[in-house]
């Protein structure tokens, strides 16, 4: 949170008067923060698993480390949205603002 809650200050001038204002802005996206601190803590057991498997294999891949990390992936992507998707209670809408985030990710 110390990290995404990041601020600085940027002075601009007014065209009319000639004065300098000086504006707070977010130095993180927090769409953009929550998505990838989410995504480190939930990959974090297998990367390490296939890192140690890596290690313990003189650098050659197994079997286990590449199928842990797209089964993760594929669990992220549909389980968890499934899960999200059916927590919206009966007769709520919501909407994604923001959608260019998305793109990255």
Known sequence: ETITSKERKIKVKVAETGD???FR????????????LMALGSSAPEILLSVIELISNNFYSGALGPSTIVGSAAFN?????AVCVMAIPDGEV??????????VT
């Open 77 to 81: 992507m549909l389980v968890i949205t």
């Open 94 to 103: 919501r909407y994604i603002s923001g959608t260019k985030v998305f793109a």
């Open 25 to 36: 802005v977010r130095v993180w996206n927090d769409t953009v923060a929550n998505l990838t």
């Open 20 to 22: 300098e204002r000086v």
